[in-house]
């Protein structure tokens, strides 16, 4: 089992839907969670992190984190053609080395 | 902050020859970090620098790749000799700010096409 493991898609959306990534871990002790969207052909960026259970919202995005579960998930609303990309999940897993593990990412298509 | 400097952008060699990579992060950050990025994939760490000592390099293929971050400032990747499977995009990155989740900053990447 990979430890960050993320559907590659693609999620094809159209616009201003809601457009829902999720990410799971095997790690049960890892502790902060990170969402980076990243274009074709650029680095990634970070677009929120998280560390408790429940809800994070900033602008569009809400990013959610059930640990009982062990998955965190991205939603963005009002999906735009500008939000398309490969999003990806990152994880620092327990064991202290606070190295993040990225999950494959999934790519999201949001077409006009 | 400057951010983290990257070169070169682009490189093109045949297997079994030699490439070097550099990388100056975010000034006064001790840590660094090198990853690997094959199409289609995430990024996965080759190795962790601390000021210039290392500290993980566990994933990193030691018969092929060396990396040394002279002085705790800037670092160099290097693999010789190249395999095609080595075809990646290579991503340097420091920690950005201080709030302590080690959210980071990554530099603009080499991509490496061994032919």
Known sequence: ?112 | EAGVAQSPRYKIIEKRQSVAFWCNPISGHATLYWYQQILGQGPKLLIQFQNNGVVDDSQLPKDRFSAERLKGVDSTLKIQPAKLEDSAVYLCASPWGSSGANVLTFGAGSRLTVL
């Not at chain 1, 602008?59 to 009982?68: D, E």
């Open chain 1, 1 to 112: 089992q990979k430890e960050v493991e993320q559907n590659s898609g693609p999620l094809s959306v159209p616009e201003g839907a809601i457009a829902s990534l999720n990410c799971t871990y095997s790690d049960r002790g890892s502790q902060s969670f990170f969402w980076y969207r990243q274009y074709s052909g650029k680095s990634p960026e970070l677009i929120m992190f998280i560390y408790s259970n429940g809800d994070k919202e900033d602008g569009r995005f809400t990013a959610q984190l059930n640990k009982a579960s062990q998955y965190v998930s991205l939603l963005i609303r009002d999906s735009q053609p500008s939000d398309s990309a490969t999003y990806l999940c990152a994880v620092i897993l327990s064991g202290g080395s606070y190295i993040p593990t990225f999950g494959r990412g999934t790519s999201l298509i949001v077409h006009p």
